[in-house]
């Protein structure tokens, strides 16, 4: 079953501001549906968008060199 947050839901469980969930949004990073005056946030979709961030977040540290 899908389960559905709203805006400032994802914002809390992210840690990103509200403006930077709609700006994901708009870019196709997460899906949302708009119920009336309602934007709500697909939740499977916000935390793959969490786990991908995460996981590009560890290689660019393994990828990054220490000059000595």
Known sequence: PEEWLKTTEAAEISG??????RRLIRA???V???WG????????SLMDYLQKVEAQGE???RNIRVDT
Do not use: V
């Not at 990103?16 to 969930?21: L, T």
């Not at 005056?37 to 499977?44: G, K, V, Y």
């Open 16 to 21: 990103y501001h509200p403006n930077h969930i």
């Open 32 to 34: 949302a549906r708009k």
């Open 59 to 61: 290689e660019e540290a």
């Open 37 to 44: 005056s309602a934007l709500m946030i697909d939740r499977q």
């Open 28 to 30: 196709g990073e997460i």
